[in-house]
């Protein structure tokens, strides 16, 4: 069966990196669109970034544009998700997820990682 498995999570200054990985398995990587979402505590889960089954395009939510990027290795069927200049507000559980929507790549959900930013 499909699994997504993500990493990286943990506790962070604000101001600091942290990089997630996602780990896929029982699925075709090379194409699915591959997304990272979050969600805190009493909120929505949100897509924060989306790349491209071919990793030619991503895109970004507002709150994260210039700080975030998203990539992938086909050959490792890996995604990842730097992050960079971490806020006290990017503490969430973060979701790595897979589909065939690049507007909203949902099919497949990994187990999330919790990301949490010090003040």
């Known amino acids: 069966q499909v699994q997504l498995v993500e990493s990286g999570g943990g506790l962070v200054q604000a101001g600091g990196s942290l990089r997630l990985s996602c780990a896929a398995s029982g699925l075709t990587f090379s194409i699915y669109h591959m997304g990272w979402f979050r969600q805190a505590p009493g909120k929505e889960r949100d897509l924060i970034a989306v790349?491209?089954?071919?990793?030619?395009?991503?895109n970004y939510a507002a709150a994260v544009k210039g700080r975030f990027t998203i990539s992938r290795d086909t050959a490792k069927k890996t995604a990842y998700h730097q992050m960079n200049n971490l806020k006290p507000a990017d503490t969430a559980v973060y979701y790595c997820a897979a589909g065939s929507l690049f507007l909203r790549p949902d099919d497949s959900w990994g187990q999330g990682t919790q990301v949490t930013v010090s003040s």
């Open positions: 790349i491209s089954w071919n990793g030619g395009t991503t």
